[in-house]
């Protein structure tokens, strides 16, 4: 309030900036709530679904429930117990996602050890066992915790052991909504918590422009569960999952190089002419852009190795053989070339090959040349 009044800003045209994103996203996953509701209205994993982006919205990513009980203390009981069923809501979809199973079967205890200790958690709180966050207590906290850890195993397990090609995809699309959540609270905890701006003003600015671009980056979490489970095919998830590392690692890392570099050349610079100079950000930022496309080339290169080897095994193989196939001039090789590498790349369970005649008597009969190889990959 004081930093406000020194820059001639309002208070309340704060307040009400701070309250219109809140209404946002609260809105948005109530949205996704009711849609999911209204899709899968007769599974109860589209219930429990349902139910947990709309109590999420509500209740998690908003402070005016926590302002509206400050005012109302009646409320406090209902208040605490909805913060950790949401949570257990919330937890439960990683043993269920994505088809309404317990994977593994003993995922269902932990769930319902937590919902009793959600629905005691008020009385807990009134020994004084309370987090220092303030919305957990201690017994719940770090069970809840423990939960996390569990759900992740049971994705993995799933992921690895039970889910279908289809399945597997709708899971990719969560974790990287996953990830984009964990990006999001550690901007937040980085630059917020540990890291603040030193100025008044900056940092007021920072706060305006830091929720404004954190709010879409943990929403889309919740929207990554509503894809995979009603438009999963609408994009092709392992290429936005590459181009994101692959931003991620090349912007880290120049970013890392060009404060280096400034601070490096701007000590040399004032060692030998006793000044500072713009020079060093004019050489940083040159050799910045420099840098850019083989490091981008090579974070590529890296990545498909490390994360992607079958897809980048088959482009090395295409392009051997679009080299060869520039020079073979005799059609058995060629064709036999063709179905090795239709196999190689592809993986499938059998390949046959038609060529249509040079005989011109007969435009109808073909000739074929097939391959077939035991594989433990189904393809067409």
Known sequence: ????????????????????????????????????????PRSWFGLTLAYALALFGL?????????????????????????????????????????????????????????????FDPVIRSFGLISPSGQFSTVFLPMFTAGIFLGVYAQ????????????????KWVIFGLLTLVAAILTYSVFVEFFP??????????????????APMIIFFPVTFVISILRYRLWDIDLIVRR???????TGTLALFYFGG????????STVTGQESTLAVVISTLGIAALFNPLRHRVQLTIDRR???????????LESFSANARSDVDLSSLTAELIETSHNSLKPDSI?????????????????????AESDQHGA
């Not at 994360?307 to 193989?317: N, P, S």
């Open 1 to 40: 309030a004081e930093l406000l009044r020194e820059l001639g800003g309002s208070l309340h045209a704060y307040a009400i900036y701070h309250i219109v994103l809140e209404i946002l996203v609260s809105g948005v996953l109530a949205l996704l709530g009711g849609l999911i509701f209204w899709q899968l």
């Open 59 to 119: 209740n998690f990513m908003v402070e005016s429930d926590s302002a509206l009980v400050a005012l109302h203390p009646g409320l406090r009981i209902p208040f605490e117990i909805s913060t950790s069923v949401t949570a257990v809501l919330f937890l439960a979809l990683f043993f269920i996602f994505p088809d309404g199973r317990f994977v593994p079967r003993w995922g269902i205890y932990p769930i319902l050890v937590l919902t009793l200790v959600a629905l």
């Open 156 to 171: 993995v397990y799933r992921f690895l052991k039970i889910s279908s090609p289809v399945e597997r995809q709708q899971t």
């Open 197 to 214: 701006p030193e100025s008044s003003a900056v940092k007021l600015a920072f706060n305006l422009a830091i929720f404004s671009l954190l």
């Open 244 to 250: 994101t590392l692959l931003y991620a690692i090349v």
């Open 262 to 269: 400034v601070t490096i050349l701007q000590s040399l610079l």
């Open 307 to 317: 994360f992607h080897r079958q897809g980048y095994d088959a482009q090395k193989i």
């Open 352 to 372: 046959s090959l038609w060529l249509k005649p040079a005989a011109q008597d007969n435009p109808t009969r073909s000739m074929p040349a097939s391959f077939t």
